[in-house]
């Protein structure tokens, strides 16, 4: 059993506006949501000692992470937007999404270095198009990938889908409940960016397709925005404003592609059956522990490999599963309450960790899952630098 089971928890979850080409800069949205965070906790930014964040931008499109406060916000940065830089004891900086910040934070508060960790992430939408591939020069992989236009993630991902739907006799019809569904979610959702603008199967079928079968629908929505988490000891958060969200257990992906291509059906689903394997053993929990599942969308085809990758069905076997309703709210094993990076906003899994958060606190609000106790997050495609965590509630 893992040693830092429920000892490190969520005590706090703060948003800044979630929008596309917002009038501020990221270092003002940031500020906003560890302000709101901090608020959450009931705390004072003079009582944080940690900071940590994945801070770059992808390497594709806009300026790639070039400029402080503009499209990044890096953790050396954030303490001075603050004013708290001479009280920080400990900083962390990955470039794994969030998740080994998140990681890495739990295991700071534990060994002491700090007290009161707020882990965040900040992301732009850069001008232009958003994956547009503007060097002259293909090096390396690219060489054989940019020339050809196979150079952005949604091309690569239509390739797993494709092969998903080809391989199981699906066509996007039978994606389409799961898209709407997803949608209705993000309705519930005051922070969610599509709230107010609902989705038809007719509108799913009809979307512009990006990468046959990969639709502008099946893409997440970039925006503007930041997401933080206010950790800290379980017996500190006892004391604070919420309930807290114990961290149960955690799980880090190394899984690669054992060919050239950039990600395959095979790869992602065996990814997610490392990460489920080190999750389940460590935790001493399994898939029928779980009673709501926050699953990365960056992609839709991420929720199925996901699905059957973590153990909740067999392979072959996640579209009919969403397609007859088991992950909506009132399903078997709601998934993506809040509308997941799909409909709510693409934050790098960031918002997945905060819905799950917010469900095992009871703090849902009309997307709560009743009795909702342990919450699944995953983040990233299930290669490496994905991971899974497990959020439990308080008893």
Known sequence: MWELRDKVAVAGVGYSEL????????????????????ADAGLERSDVDGVATSPSMPRYGGTKGTGEGIDVVTPYHLPQLLGITPGITWTGSTNGMVTQSLMDAAMAIHSGACTHALVYRSLHVPKGKYVNYDSMVA??????????????????AATVLRRYLDLNGFTRADLAPFLVANRDNAQKNPHAYWRGRTLSAADY?????????????????????????????????RDLQQPPALLTGFAAGTHTAPTGAV?????????AEQIAQTLWRTSGLGPSDIDNAQLYDGFSVFVYTWLEGM??????????????????????????TGGGALGEGRLHGMTHLAEAVLQVTGRGGERQVPEASRALATVSNGLA???AFVFSRDR
């Open 19 to 38: 929008g596309r080409r917002l009038p501020r800069t990221l270092a003002a949205l940031t500020v906003e949501a560890c302000d709101r965070a901090l």
């Open 139 to 156: 090096a390396g992989p690219d060489q054989f990938q940019a020339p050809f236009g196979f150079s952005n993630p949604p091309a690569w």
């Open 205 to 237: 079928l009809n979307a512009r397709m990006i990468a046959d079968p990969m639709s502008i629908l099946d893409c997440d929505i970039p925006v503007d925005g930041a997401v933080a988490l206010l950790l800290t000891s379980t017996e500190r958060a």
């Open 263 to 271: 990600m395959t059906l095979e790869a992602l689903v065996e990814g």
């Open 311 to 336: 153990g909740f069905v067999g392979r072959g076997e996640a579209v009919p599963f969403t397609r007859d309703g088991h992950t909506t709210l009132t399903g078997k094993l709601p998934v993506n």
């Open 385 to 387: 630098k994905s991971a």
